[in-house]
């Protein structure tokens, strides 16, 4: 298993630009997360996902959407970047939100100048 | 959303020491997780451990849920321990809130 996957590794996006920070899982997990990760601080998180077809917001969810068609994969929209969202984003999975862990991708560290 | 705390801050240990680490919660919880995250920024679980005690080598971790804490303890230092200690929790709605970490560095 590959585990989860997120692509790109890095970006550098204008202000007001749009991207699609990509999430795919292989374990078959029906939970899928976004979190953000500021300089020094802890994770924020900013969508989640029951299942296929189900989202909601997290914490901070402004500025970003989210999809969920399939049980693998869970982008994020960036729409309108603005600098205030350079940060290293996070993408987790787990089989359910009780008695399991969540496993975390590798990041997306994202610069918006 | 729950207010999580994390004490101290900042730890730095000589290889071969012990120390606990503290997460504080404003609140019930569902779950409470432990992790790891490297400096090279990879973030792995370490318990899942919403109440009890659970232990694994030189790791282990108590939560107290009826008073909203929970320890770490990390025995025999070693450099590879060092990076930063998050705990997590989830509330009644499926939702996770992070404390802001404990950053550790062991010496050689």
């Known amino acids: 298993n590959a585990g989860v996957t997120q692509t790109p590794k890095f970006r550098i996006l204008k202000i007001g630009q749009s991207m699609t920070l990509q999430c795919t899982q292989d374990m078959n997990h029906n939970y899928m997360y976004w979190y953000r990760q500021d300089p020094g601080m802890g994770l924020k998180l900013i969508y989640y996902s029951v299942g296929a077809g189900i989202t909601d917001k997290g914490e901070v969810p402004n500025g970003y959407n989210v999809s969920r068609s399939t049980t693998e994969d869970f982008p994020l929209r960036l729409e309108l970047a603005a600098p205030s969202q350079t940060s290293v984003y996070f993408c987790?999975?787990?089989?359910?939100?009780?008695?399991?862990?969540?496993?975390f991708g590798p990041g997306t560290r994202l610069l918006v100048l | 959303g729950i207010q999580v705390e994390q004490s101290p801050p900042d730890l730095i240990l000589q290889e071969g020491a012990n120390s606990t680490l503290r997460c504080n919660f404003s609140d019930s919880v569902n779950n409470l997780q432990w992790f790891h995250q490297n400096p090279w920024g990879q973030l792995i679980n370490l318990f899942y451990i919403p109440s009890g005690t659970k232990q694994n080598g030189r790791l282990s971790a108590t939560t107290v849920a009826t008073e909203r804490y929970s320890l770490l303890y990390i025995s025999s230092s070693q450099t590879t321990d060092s990076g930063v200690y998050f705990c997590a929790v989830e509330d009644n709605f499926n939702k996770f809130y992070f404390g802001s970490g404990t950053k550790l560095n062991v010496k050689p």
């Open positions: 987790a999975s787990s089989y359910s939100s009780l008695a399991e862990t969540q496993y």
